[in-house]
C-alpha cells in the first residue's frame, strides 16, 4: 500500500456565515426598525425594511433552489489500478427559470482527491442560470484496493448572492473496481507441459472437448470444425479454436486463513500485488491462467476464476484480486478440490501466510493427482512435530518474488 496516499480525517465546512442568515442581525434589524418606526426615521425604517425583504427574498430563493434541478455522474474509467487517477463527470443541470448557485462535496474516501500526498475532501461551485447546465470535472486518485462508489457525496443549492443554502444528500451510483498496485516481479519460470515444445495453437495436437473460442475459417481446416452458431452470429464462418491435450496451465490459489487468523491486513494486499503482478507475466508467457481462493468476495462468488485464454481472461482474475477479502470461508482442501484437481494438465502455484498443515494436505493431494505445485509464504513459522519438515522443503518468500527495486527495506 503506498505510504504517500493517506486520508485527511478533517472535512470542510458545509456553512459559510454571513450577516444574512444570522438570527442575531435578524433580531436586531426588527428592534432597528421598531425603533425607526416608533421615532418617525424614514430613512432608517426604509433601510431596515430593505434588509428584511433582501433576507426574506433570499431565503425563499434558497428555498426553491433544490426544486428541478438535477445531477448526474459518470466515470470515465470503472476499472482501474490503485494508485490511478480516475476523471469523474458530473452534469447539474437547472430545469426551472430561476438562476442558482451549486456546490459539489467530494468527500475523502478511498477513491479521492489527492493533494500533497493526502487524500482531502474538495468542492466545487458555480453559478447556473435559467435552463441551463454546467459540467464539473474531477480527478480522483484510488487509494486502496477494493470495490467502491465514487462521486460526489451532497449538493448545496443557494440564492445567486449565497446568502442561504440548502442541501441534498446524493445517491452515488457509480461503482469503481481498484485493482490491486503492479509491482516489478522476478521472471520466474513456470511448470510448463508442452508435447514437442510448441504452446497454444501451434500445438500439433488438439483436444476437440476443450475449444477456447472461435475464429475467422481458414480453407485449410477441416469442415466439421466449423462453429454454425457463431457463424450465423457474425454472418460469416467461424471454425472452432481447441485448447492443445497438454497445453501449460496454471492455477494461482491464495489462502486466506494464516493472514485472517494473525491479522497482517498489510501483509495481505502486498501479497495480493505481487500475485496481480505475477498473473500479468503468465499472460504474457501464453499459458492458460485461472485463479481460486478459499476467502469471500464483495459483491458475489468471485472465488474461482476458471483456467483460459483471452483477454478478458486477466481482467477476471484481477476482478476477483480486487473483491477477495481475509476472511475464509472454506478450507484450502476444499478449495483445491474444487479448483485444480478436476482440471487435467494444470500447474498450481499456491500463495499463503505460512506453512500450515492445510497446506501439507494440500500438497499430499497435489502428489496423489501429480499436479506441480510451487508455494510462495509471506513468513516463515517455527519448526512444529506436526509439520513435515521435508514439505517446508519446497517453500519460498513471497518477497522473493519482487524485483531488486522492490524490495522493503
Not at 505510504?3 to 454571513?18: A, G, I, W, Y
Not at 475532501?121 to 458555480?126: D, H, L, V, Y
Not at 472452432?240 to 491479522?263: R, Y
Amino acid at each position: 500500500m503506498d505510504t504517500e496516499l493517506r486520508q485527511d480525517p478533517n472535512l470542510l465546512q458545509d456553512k459559510e456565515s454571513t450577516i444574512f442568515n444570522s438570527r442575531l442581525i435578524l433580531f436586531f434589524v426588527v428592534i432597528t426598525l421598531f425603533i425607526a418606526l416608533l421615532y418617525r426615521q424614514n430613512d432608517l425604517s426604509l433601510l431596515a425594511l430593505l434588509i428584511l425583504i433582501v433576507m426574506g427574498g433570499a431565503k425563499v430563493w434558497s428555498v426553491l433552489s433544490l426544486g428541478h434541478v438535477t445531477c448526474e455522474t459518470k466515470a470515465t474509467q470503472k476499472r482501474i489500478f490503485a494508485g490511478e487517477t480516475l476523471i469523474m463527470v458530473t452534469t447539474v443541470a437547472n430545469k426551472k427559470f430561476l438562476p442558482v448557485w451549486v456546490r459539489l462535496e467530494w468527500p475523502a474516501r478511498h477513491i479521492a482527491v489527492v493533494r500533497d500526498g493526502k487524500a482531502t475532501s474538495s468542492t466545487q461551485e458555480a453559478g447556473i442560470l435559467w435552463q441551463q447546465q454546467a459540467c464539473f470535472q474531477q480527478n480522483l486518485t484510488a487509494l486502496h484496493r477494493g470495490v467502491y462508489s465514487a462521486g460526489p457525496s451532497g449538493m448545496q443549492t443557494s440564492d445567486f448572492f449565497g446568502f442561504f443554502r440548502s442541501d441534498k444528500k446524493l445517491q452515488i451510483a457509480n461503482t469503481v473496481v481498484v485493482y490491486p498496485k503492479l509491482v516489478d516481479v522476478k521472471k520466474i519460470d513456470l511448470p510448463r507441459r508442452d508435447l514437442f515444445g510448441k504452446p497454444g495453437n501451434q500445438h500439433p495436437i488438439k483436444d476437440p472437448v476443450y475449444i477456447t473460442g472461435t475464429r475467422d475459417y481458414q480453407a485449410s481446416s477441416p469442415a466439421r470444425h466449423i462453429h454454425w452458431n457463431a457463424s450465423a452470429r457474425h454472418a460469416r464462418l467461424q471454425e472452432k479454436v481447441f485448447e492443445p491435450s497438454q497445453q501449460g496451465k496454471i492455477m494461482v490459489v491464495l489462502d486466506v486463513n494464516g493472514f485472517s487468523d494473525k491479522k497482517l491486513a498489510d501483509e495481505f494486499e502486498h501479497t495480493l500485488e505481487i500475485i496481480a503482478s505475477l498473473c500479468l507475466q503468465i499472460e504474457s508467457s501464453g499459458m492458460a491462467l485461472g485463479f481460486a481462493t478459499n476467502g469471500t468476495t464483495i459483491g458475489g462468488d468471485f472465488s474461482l476464476t476458471p483456467t483460459g485464454q483471452g483477454p478478458q481472461q486477466v481482467a477476471s482474475v484481477l476482478e476477483a484480486l480486487a473483491r477477495v477479502q481475509m476472511r475464509p470461508q472454506k478450507t484450502l482442501a476444499d478449495t483445491m478440490q474444487q479448483a485444480v484437481l478436476p482440471t487435467r494438465g494444470i500447474s498450481c502455484i499456491c500463495f499463503a501466510c505460512e506453512n500450515t498443515l492445510e497446506l501439507n494436505r494440500m500438497r499430499w493431494l497435489c502428489r496423489q493427482k501429480h499436479t506441480p505445485l510451487s508455494v510462495f509464504v509471506h513468513q516463515f513459522n517455527d519448526a512444529s512435530p506436526e509439520i513435515e519438515n521435508e514439505t517446508a522443503a519446497d517453500l519460498a518468500l513471497a518477497r522473493e518474488l519482487l524485483a531488486a527495486n522492490e524490495v522493503p527495506a
